[in-house]
């Protein structure tokens, strides 16, 4: 596996020999002070270039970075919308274990680019085009305090959204509860925890993509309880988790709701939650719920 000197000194000097390429800079977890470093981290490179036509029609211009297993062309798929004249890019697989992003963007794109993500560090820059970036923070990414109208609404999505889990689950449609469950029920709670971790440190971090560092400032027995919320794919294991779940968003919400100084709706959480235990009991013969 190529060292990452190798990635950026390979990234560099195509730079360097291509006179279309007129700054470079990255960004993502690399420059990221507070992600974790590990060998599956992406080089998320942008070229800053002139035009973009000439690279797309170049097909094997990307040949130089290394031998590739697989790859993808994310503005020609049809799961994404760019406009292809100020931003393309290639994400690439390499056969020894690397990853690079590589985008060209024209100048315009690329300052935008620069302008809403803090975490970029230049790289090259042949005509010192490129803005003064202020040393890489994460700050754009920390968690935000809520106001009162979204916690109130997220509490209420919850609870409501507990009505299609229970009946689904009755009925034994698996695929459709853990839809319900991961779509719907689990980014509410996700949220909570998030802005429980955000009063817990004057919302100066951020718990990462999907919470994946909310272990760091969550105590070990409510990030054990998170993790009890994925359930393997049985009626039984998901009754489990879902009731592990509503515990455990009944408490960071009261919690919440006391950092917040607003009224936790308790009667329509202790509602929701009976619903849900008269379900889990409820017969499968049953001609009517109550």
Not at 49 to 58: A, G, I, L, N, Y
Not at 87 to 98: I, R, T, V
Request: hydrophobic content about 35%.
């Amino acid at each position: 596996m190529r060292t990452e000197q190798e990635m950026f000194n390979l990234i560099l000097n195509a730079a360097k020999n291509d006179e279309r390429i007129r700054a470079v800079f990255i960004e993502g977890s690399r420059t990221n002070p507070n992600a974790i470093k590990d060998i599956f981290q992406d080089y998320d490179i942008v070229y800053v270039v002139s035009e973009t036509k000439s690279f797309r029609e170049q097909k094997n211009w990307i040949d130089q970075f290394g031998k590739r297993l697989y790859m993808q062309y994310p503005d020609e798929n049809c799961y994404y919308e760019h406009d292809m004249d100020d931003c393309y890019g290639w994400l690439m697989q390499f056969a020894d274990g690397n990853r690079l992003d590589l985008h060209v963007c024209v100048l315009s794109h690329a300052l935008k680019e620069i302008k809403e993500d803090k975490l970029c560090r230049i790289l090259l820059d042949k005509d010192n085009c490129l803005p003064n970036i202020p040393e890489e923070t994460d700050e754009t990414h920390w968690v935000k305090r809520p106001t009162e109208h979204q916690f109130l609404d997220t509490c209420n999505e919850y609870w409501w959204c507990l009505n299609n889990v229970a009946k689904g689950l009755w009925r034994e449609e698996i695929p459709y509860v853990m839809d319900m469950i991961n779509y719907c029920v689990r980014p509410q709670l996700v949220c909570l925890l998030e802005w429980s971790i955000g009063f817990k440190t004057n919302f100066s971090v951020s718990i990462g993509k999907s919470g994946k560092y909310m272990y760091r400032w969550l105590e070990v027995d409510k990030w054990d309880a998170f993790l009890k919320t994925y359930p393997a794919g049985n009626v039984k294991d998901i009754w489990k988790a879902v009731f592990v779940m509503c515990d455990l968003f009944n408490e960071i919400a009261k919690d919440v709701s006391c950092s917040m100084n607003v009224k936790y709706n308790e009667v329509e959480a202790n509602n929701s939650l009976k619903f849900l235990k008269d379900i889990h009991k409820l017969p499968k013969n049953a001609k009517e719920i109550y």
